[in-house]
């Protein structure tokens, strides 16, 4: 089993930045793949970045490219989002999420067996 916690939500204005973290317990050493995902009210669930426990390969859903980056800190257990530029429309929960899958279907919420319970990310106008 593998717990994860997220924090570092909170409500920013247009332009501004935060970072997320998720801290992750328990067997992590199973995991491979450490994602964000994030869903907003009324909408599915949407990949938003994901980083391989082992080497430096990550990989970014399309409407955060260049705006978000994801990093880790193996000795932590720790996944950082680093958010900036943020826009109304990247209000939404945001979730962590870990699996063993490392592949092309990175984007699938699927192959992550195991969720953290969200942190709310709000960014006002």
């Known amino acids: 089993q593998v717990q994860l916690v997220e924090s570092g939500g909170g409500l920013v204005q247009a332009g501004g930045s935060l970072r997320l973290s998720c801290v992750a317990s328990g067997r992590t050493f199973s995991s491979s793949s450490m994602g964000w995902f994030r869903q907003a009210p009324g909408k599915k669930r949407e990949f938003v970045a994901v980083?391989?426990?082992?080497?430096?390969?990550?990989y970014y859903g399309d409407s955060v490219k260049g705006r978000f980056t994801i990093s880790r800190d193996n000795a932590k257990n720790t996944v950082y989002l680093q958010m900036n530029s943020l826009r109304p429309e990247d209000t939404a929960v945001y979730y962590c999420a870990a699996g063993v899958y490392w592949g092309a279907r990175y984007y699938d919420e699927s192959l992550y067996a195991y969720w953290g319970p969200g942190t709310q990310v709000t960014v006002s106008s």
């Open positions: 980083i391989r426990w082992s080497g430096a390969n990550t």
